[in-house]
Structures are given as structure tokens and as C-alpha cells.
């Protein structure tokens, strides 16, 4: 009879609260352990395990906040399920180890409805760094017009994972994002704000906003340390705009090791994305940054760049990589820049700048490979010499596809594979001139006779002789303001036979490892 008590007392507490610890669970698998229900069942933390509805119109602000505190306090990463979740106010701060994920962006929605101007969620350890945060698959949406928001406002980041993210709302009264922005009555609201450091990354994030992308100060570093975007990798971005720029770094902050990748969808807004590094004497200076598969369209700006760059001390190495540029903006702004790569740059605007670059210094080189400049288009290298260059159609495009620009030759040795040199008559030629005087000099022939290519030094008083394999040349050399010359025959065996200066008859010169012939 007790026996039968007590298994009634058991049924009886099975819906109870400590109902889960009276019933037994033992995995499938060889080696498997016995654990009861309760157990297993804490192996997930859900925001519904503290109340949470998801239901759109319930407030579940506490309940989240509960939730939040928890897994700080446990360690478990928080689930957030399947589910219209509404937010009235900033929801507790993250300070760093923690997890959040859910079902995916169009399942866990995450309703902002602010009643004054406000962040929904805030990453921030103080004057520490926030380390190894992961935020993924869920959505953040709002439907207020009214109120200034932040969906994202992350500090001084340090190994911290955003996945599968899509911000967004019913704002934007015009443009491509029209009613589908987390956006305010003044387009102030902002999809992702960061404030430094290193080591994040953010892929397969969509973020509809009145700015999308904005990367403000690391308050915990000084900006000359270079500290406030260092080695961030930012993949899969689908951003739409509304009157600002999508990506946009504050003014005085440099960008290093940093990389836009994987598919850059880049829709609406004015400028694409929009530096100015002020910096004058930075500890670390701008470098390392790439734009990779960038679509840049319908921007609703025709005064503004795609790319709109500047740098106090020029950015060390930049590079834009299959980039779009569709017609309705300007292309690229580039102000200051040590190594600048276009890759498969593809301009379509017709009427206004592609390109523009300023401020070049002696040791600027720009690099185009497989560029299309778009004809009408302008294309604007002050500044630099062009030293190598594809043909190209200029009645079709505007510029060469494949080109080397320079701010100034300093090597002494380079290998020209074809070269053609044409004037109104043999006495004028081609002159590449340094600062000093020195200067590579390439005067025509007559018709059939080839070329003469002299080097000569600043003093003008001697000369190193660069020959064409098969041909016949002269050797030319100056004394004072005259010109000498004696012939010279490259032989088969690569040596080179010419008459002596003096008339004391001829001499065989061999080239010594570095191409270079002495003189007689």
C-alpha cells in the first residue's frame, strides 16, 4: 500500500516545478550515461526559460534581461527561439565571454520599440577590452520612426564573432529601402556602431539603416595607436542607406589590416564608404585595407564618391578587387596613399570622375590590372607618371586597363619586352629626367636604323651604353654640351664590337653580370 502512495506522491509531482528531476534520460551510443531530464534539459538556456513571450506585443524586456544576467553569471550561451520578441529599452550590457544565437534572422526577431532615444544592445567592458563575444542568427527590427536608434553598439572588441544578422525595420520614406529601414524621422539612426579593436569578425550580415556601418573612437586607446579598426574582417554585407554614407569611419581614425569581403552588396545612401585620416604623425598609420566584390549601385548622390578616401600620411598599401562602380556617383576619391591595386575595377559612369588620386608622394605607385574605364568617364592621376601601359581603345574607354603609375623612377635596371618610338625627326627623343639630372635617354634613327637608348650621369661627362640584342647601334656619350658617337655591333656570343674613341682601333667588350658595358 506504501509503495502505491508513493508512486501516486511521483505522478503527482511530475508537472511541478522539480518534475524533470524525477524522470530519467540516458542518451543513445555506447558509453552513455544516465542523467535526469532536468539535467538535460539546462543543457540549453532560453530567454522563454524566464518568461519571454516572443509573441510581438508582450514587453519582454525583463524577462530578456533576466535571461542575459544568467548566462553571464552561468557561462551558457542564450538561446533565443523561434520568435517576435519586443524590446522597450536598452537591454542589459554585454561585457564580454558570452554567446547569443537563434533560429536564424527571418525565425528570432528581436522588436525594438523605444520610447525615447536609445541602443538595444551594447557590448562594453569598461576601460577593458570585450573578449570573445558571438552573436548570431537572429534578426533586429523595429517599427518606430520616431526615436534616434542603435541596434548594435559594440567597445573595444577583441575576438568577437557576428554571424547571420539582418537589422532592419518599416522606416525610410524614399529610396531603395523604403519602408524596410531601422531608420527615424531624421536619418540619424545607426545599424552597427563600433569603437575599436582587433581580431572581429562579422559575416552574412544585412543591415537595412539610416548608416548602416559607422566606426567611431576606441575610448581606451588614443587614435594615433592606430587601435580603433585594427584587423577586422567585415564578409557578406548586404547594406542599404538612407541619406549618409553606408560605411562611414569618424573623422581622425585610421583603418588597419582590414578587409571587406566575400560579397559587398552596397545599395542606396551617398557615399559607399567614406575615411578621412587626419592623423599627422601616427604611431601605426593606416594600411592593409582591401575591397573585395564590391556592387556599388543606386546611390542617390551624384556628388558623391563610391569610395571617398583621404590620409594625412598616406595609407600604406590599399587595394579595391572586382569592384562595380554603377552609373549615378563618382568612383574613387583616393587622397594620399603609398600602394594603391585595382583589380578588375569596373567603372560605368560616363560623365564624371572614375578616378581621382591627390597628394601622391615620390614613393606612390598605382597599379591597374584588368580595369574598365567607362569612355567619358575621367580618369585623374596628377602627380604620377605613367610607366607602363596595355594599348587600349580611347574612343571606348578612358583610361588603359592594365597600367603602372609612379610618383617618381628611382631604379636603375628594368627589362622592356617591345618598345616603339616614333618622332617628327631623329633629333628628337624620349627623356626620362630624376631630380638630380641623371636621365635615360632614347633618341630614333632614320627609318630602319633602330634606336639609341644612353643613360648618362648628372655631370654629363660619362655614359653606360644599353644595347637591342641583333641590332646595329651607336654608342653615344657627351663631353661638355658636344655629342660623341662610334658605332657598335652586337656579336652572337652577346659581346659587343666597337671602334675606339681615341682612333687607336677597335675593342670587343664583354657585359658584366649586370648588363652593364664600360666604356672604351
Same mark, same amino acid.
Given at each position: 500500500?506504501?509503495?502505491?502512495?508513493?508512486?501516486?506522491?511521483?505522478?503527482?509531482?511530475?508537472? =511541478?516545478?522539480?518534475?524533470?528531476?524525477?524522470?530519467?534520460?540516458?542518451?543513445?551510443?555506447?558509453?552513455?550515461?544516465?542523467?535526469?531530464?532536468?539535467?538535460?534539459?539546462?543543457?540549453?538556456?532560453?530567454?522563454?526559460?524566464?518568461?519571454?513571450?516572443?509573441?510581438?506585443?508582450?514587453?519582454?524586456?525583463?524577462?530578456?534581461?533576466?535571461?542575459?544576467?544568467?548566462?553571464?553569471?552561468?557561462?551558457?550561451?542564450?538561446?533565443?527561439?523561434?520568435? $517576435?520578441?519586443?524590446?522597450?529599452?536598452?537591454?542589459?550590457?554585454?561585457?564580454?565571454?558570452?554567446?547569443?544565437? =537563434?533560429?536564424?534572422?527571418?525565425?528570432?526577431?528581436?522588436?525594438?520599440?523605444?520610447?525615447?532615444?536609445?541602443?538595444?544592445?551594447?557590448?562594453?567592458?569598461?576601460?577593458?577590452?570585450?573578449?570573445?563575444?558571438?552573436?548570431?542568427?537572429?534578426?533586429?527590427?523595429?517599427?518606430?520612426?520616431?526615436?534616434?536608434?542603435?541596434?548594435?553598439?559594440?567597445? @573595444?572588441?577583441?575576438?568577437?564573432?557576428?554571424?547571420?544578422?539582418?537589422?532592419? =525595420?518599416?522606416?525610410?520614406?524614399?529610396?531603395?529601402?523604403?519602408?524596410?529601414?531601422?531608420?527615424?524621422?531624421?536619418?540619424?539612426?545607426?545599424?552597427?556602431?563600433?569603437?575599436?579593436?582587433?581580431?572581429?569578425?562579422? #559575416?552574412?550580415?544585412?543591415?537595412?539603416?539610416?548608416?548602416?556601418?559607422?566606426?567611431?573612437?576606441?575610448?581606451?586607446?588614443?587614435?594615433?595607436?592606430?587601435?580603433?579598426?585594427?584587423?577586422?574582417?567585415?564578409?557578406?554585407?548586404?547594406?542599404? =542607406?538612407?541619406?549618409? %554614407?553606408?560605411?562611414?569611419?569618424?573623422?581622425?581614425?585610421?583603418?588597419?589590416?582590414?578587409?571587406?569581403?566575400?560579397?559587398?552588396?552596397?545599395?542606396?545612401?551617398?557615399?559607399?564608404?567614406?575615411?578621412?585620416?587626419?592623423?599627422?604623425? %601616427?604611431?601605426?598609420? #593606416?594600411?592593409?585595407?582591401? /575591397? /573585395?566584390?564590391?556592387?556599388?549601385?543606386?546611390?542617390?548622390?551624384?556628388?558623391?564618391?563610391?569610395?571617398?578616401?583621404?590620409?594625412?600620411? %598616406?595609407?600604406?598599401?590599399?587595394?579595391?578587387?572586382?569592384?562595380?562602380?554603377?552609373?549615378?556617383?563618382?568612383?574613387?576619391?583616393?587622397?594620399?596613399?603609398?600602394?594603391?591595386?585595382? @583589380?578588375?575595377?569596373?567603372?560605368?559612369?560616363?560623365?564624371?570622375?572614375?578616378?581621382?588620386?591627390?597628394?601622391?608622394?615620390?614613393?606612390?605607385?598605382?597599379?591597374?590590372?584588368?580595369?574598365?574605364?567607362?569612355?567619358?568617364?575621367?580618369?585623374? $592621376?596628377?602627380?604620377?607618371?605613367?610607366?607602363?601601359?596595355?594599348?587600349?581603345?580611347?574612343? #571606348?574607354? #578612358?583610361?588603359?586597363?592594365?597600367?603602372?603609375?609612379?610618383?617618381?623612377?628611382?631604379?636603375?635596371?628594368?627589362?622592356?619586352?617591345?618598345?616603339?618610338?616614333?618622332?617628327?625627326?631623329?633629333?628628337?627623343?624620349?627623356?626620362?629626367?630624376?631630380?638630380?639630372?641623371?636621365?635615360?635617354?632614347?633618341?630614333?634613327?632614320?627609318?630602319?636604323?633602330?634606336?639609341?637608348?644612353?643613360?648618362?650621369?648628372?655631370?654629363?661627362? @660619362?655614359?653606360?651604353?644599353?644595347?637591342?640584342?641583333?641590332?646595329?647601334?651607336?654608342?653615344?656619350?657627351?663631353?661638355?654640351?658636344?655629342?660623341?658617337?662610334?658605332?657598335?655591333?652586337?656579336?652572337?656570343?652577346?659581346?659587343?664590337? /666597337?671602334?675606339?674613341?681615341?682612333? $687607336?682601333?677597335?675593342?670587343?667588350?664583354?657585359?658584366?653580370?649586370?648588363?652593364?658595358?664600360?666604356? %672604351?
Amino acid at each position: 500500500m506504501s509503495k502505491s502512495r508513493d508512486n501516486v506522491d511521483t505522478l503527482d509531482n511530475l508537472p =511541478g516545478p522539480g518534475g524533470s528531476a524525477l524522470v530519467g534520460f540516458v542518451q543513445s551510443g555506447s558509453g552513455a550515461i544516465a542523467r535526469t531530464m532536468q539535467d538535460k534539459a539546462r543543457d540549453i538556456v532560453s530567454v522563454k526559460d524566464f518568461g519571454a513571450t516572443g509573441d510581438s506585443s508582450t514587453d519582454d524586456t525583463t524577462n530578456f534581461n533576466a535571461a542575459i544576467a544568467a548566462c553571464k553569471l552561468s557561462g551558457a550561451a542564450l538561446y533565443v527561439p523561434d520568435g $517576435t520578441y519586443k524590446i522597450t529599452s536598452s537591454l542589459t550590457t554585454i561585457t564580454g565571454q558570452f554567446t547569443m544565437y =537563434g533560429d536564424g534572422p527571418f525565425k528570432s526577431r528581436i522588436q525594438f520599440a523605444p520610447t525615447a532615444n536609445d541602443t538595444l544592445l551594447e557590448l562594453s567592458n569598461g576601460a577593458s577590452r570585450a573578449e570573445h563575444v558571438v552573436l548570431r542568427d537572429f534578426a533586429m527590427y523595429s517599427t518606430d520612426t520616431t526615436y534616434t536608434k542603435i541596434a548594435m553598439d559594440v567597445y @573595444d572588441l577583441s575576438q568577437c564573432v557576428f554571424e547571420r544578422l539582418f537589422i532592419h =525595420g518599416t522606416g525610410m520614406a524614399s529610396g531603395p529601402g523604403a519602408g524596410a529601414g531601422w531608420s527615424d524621422g531624421s536619418a540619424t539612426s545607426i545599424g552597427i556602431r563600433t569603437h575599436g579593436r582587433e581580431a572581429t569578425g562579422l #559575416s552574412d550580415i544585412s543591415i537595412f539603416a539610416d548608416k548602416p556601418i559607422v566606426i567611431a573612437a576606441n575610448p581606451n586607446t588614443d587614435a594615433d595607436d592606430g587601435e580603433d579598426m585594427d584587423h577586422w574582417n567585415w564578409q557578406n554585407l548586404y547594406l542599404v =542607406g538612407n541619406g549618409n %554614407p553606408l560605411i562611414s569611419v569618424d573623422t581622425g581614425l585610421g583603418v588597419n589590416e582590414t578587409v571587406f569581403g566575400g560579397y559587398q552588396a552596397w545599395v542606396g545612401g551617398t557615399v559607399g564608404c567614406k575615411i578621412n585620416d587626419t592623423r599627422a604623425a %601616427p604611431v601605426v598609420p #593606416s594600411r592593409g585595407i582591401e /575591397f /573585395f566584390n564590391v556592387r556599388r549601385e543606386q546611390g542617390t548622390s551624384a556628388s558623391d564618391y563610391v569610395f571617398d578616401l583621404t590620409f594625412t600620411v %598616406p595609407v600604406q598599401q590599399i587595394t579595391f578587387d572586382k569592384v562595380l562602380m554603377a552609373a549615378g556617383t563618382k568612383g574613387i576619391k583616393l587622397d594620399g596613399f603609398s600602394r594603391a591595386v585595382l @583589380d578588375q575595377v569596373t567603372a560605368a559612369m560616363t560623365s564624371t570622375d572614375a578616378l581621382t588620386v591627390a597628394n601622391v608622394t615620390a614613393s606612390s605607385v598605382l597599379v591597374f590590372r584588368g580595369c574598365i574605364w567607362q569612355s567619358g568617364a575621367t580618369v585623374t $592621376t596628377t602627380g604620377l607618371t605613367q610607366i607602363h601601359s596595355q594599348a587600349y581603345r580611347s574612343a #571606348s574607354f #578612358s583610361a588603359p586597363s592594365d597600367a603602372v603609375y609612379a610618383g617618381q623612377i628611382t631604379d636603375t635596371q628594368f627589362n622592356v619586352a617591345k618598345a616603339r618610338i616614333t618622332a617628327a625627326n631623329a633629333g628628337v627623343g624620349f627623356v626620362i629626367t630624376g631630380t638630380t639630372g641623371d636621365g635615360l635617354q632614347m633618341l630614333p634613327q632614320a627609318a630602319g636604323s633602330g634606336v639609341v637608348v644612353r643613360a648618362v650621369n648628372n655631370a654629363e661627362s @660619362d655614359f653606360e651604353p644599353l644595347t637591342l640584342l641583333g641590332e646595329t647601334v651607336e654608342i653615344r656619350y657627351r663631353t661638355g654640351v658636344a655629342t660623341s658617337a662610334v658605332a657598335a655591333t652586337i656579336n652572337s656570343d652577346g659581346t659587343v664590337t /666597337f671602334a675606339s674613341l681615341a682612333g $687607336t682601333g677597335s675593342r670587343t667588350v664583354v657585359a658584366d653580370a649586370n648588363g652593364k658595358i664600360s666604356a %672604351p
